[in-house]
């Protein structure tokens, strides 16, 4: 074959094989998700998590927390947790903060304050710095790597903090693996692309989380094939049969 009609030939092939997946990705937008009819009540909870499994994080030697009492300015502070766990304030003294949430803590210093000092106390600790806590994002996204858990933090703000969406990757199908106090490891699937349009709940990232963005099969084909196709146009010893 002569090297012009070659050349023309790979061509076509190029815009077809465009064609063919500018129409196939028209129809996959334009047909709704289903859900598997046979789908167990597990699948469901992996996507959607309880508001309760969302504030599970536990205060740790050297994180920063900021902590006020509504209508009592005096009695607001930014503390560290020393290297024993503890945590001094007004009125209160001394309280062992580590390995407590946020919640758990806040009653537990309404709890002091309401002894002697005020009637029903409005107390919020909110976790500004968690130094001692790292999660770690893996897979197709821009910046792979470790980073520190500073304050609480969802699965999309670190998808953002990694860089963000590598170009193949997956955003339908994120694991996390998270280690439970029983020593076993726990795999959550999340879809966040639902997550960002509001469809399913933004989860909360803990401590020691391991988080894989998976490559799709589907892109990474289809750029191979493209990436193929053009180089044997471009390649002069194409035309050697």
Same mark, same amino acid.
Request: aromatic share 6%; hydrophobic share 45%; glycine share 6%.
């Given at each position: ?5 070659? @050349? /023309? ?5 190029v ?5 063919? @997946?500018?129409?196939?990705? $028209? ?9 598997? &009819? ?5 699948? $469901?909870?992996?996507i959607?998590?309880? !508001? $309760?499994?969302?504030? +599970?994080?536990?205060i ?14 005096? @009695? ?7 290297s024993? #766990?503890?945590?001094?304030? &007004? ?5 062992? !903060?580590? #390995? ?7 009653? @537990? ?11 029903? &106390? ?6 500004? +710095? ?13 910046? &792979?790597?470790?980073?520190p858990?500073?304050?609480p ?6 998808? $953002? ?5 590598g170009?193949? #990757? ?6 996390? /693996?998270?280690?439970?106090?029983? #020593? ?6 999340f ?7 509001? +469809? ?7 401590s ?7 490559r ?22 194409? /035309?050697?049969?």
């Amino acid at each position: 074959m002569k090297p012009w009609l070659c @050349l /023309f030939a790979n061509s076509i092939a190029v815009a077809s094989l465009a064609l063919c @997946l500018g129409s196939v990705s $028209a129809q996959s937008a334009s047909q709704p998700t289903r859900s598997a &009819p046979n789908a167990s009540a597990n699948d $469901a909870t992996q996507i959607r998590m309880p !508001a $309760a499994v969302l504030d +599970e994080y536990k205060i740790g030697s050297q994180d920063l927390l900021d902590i006020s009492v509504y209508g009592q300015a005096e @009695l607001t502070r930014t503390v560290r947790v020393n290297s024993q #766990g503890n945590i001094s304030l &007004p009125l209160v003294g001394t309280v062992m !903060a580590i #390995g407590l949430s946020s919640i758990q803590l806040e009653r @537990l210093i309404a709890d002091r304050l309401s002894e002697q000092y005020l009637q029903n &106390p409005q107390v919020t600790v909110f976790v500004k +710095e968690a130094i001692s806590s790292r999660f770690t994002v893996e897979g197709a996204v821009s910046k &792979p790597g470790v980073f520190p858990l500073q304050g609480p933090t969802t699965l999309l703000r670190a998808i $953002a903090l990694a860089g963000g969406q590598g170009n193949l #990757g997956d955003l339908t199908n994120v694991k996390v /693996f998270r280690m439970q106090t029983d #020593g076993k490891q726990e795999t959550l699937t999340f879809d966040v692309e639902k997550i960002r349009v509001g +469809e399913a709940e933004d989860p909360r990232i803990m401590s020691d989380d391991l988080i894989v963005v998976n490559r799709s099969k589907t892109r990474a084909a289809i750029r191979d094939s493209v990436f193929s196709d053009i180089l044997s146009v471009f390649n002069p010893f194409a /035309f050697i049969r």
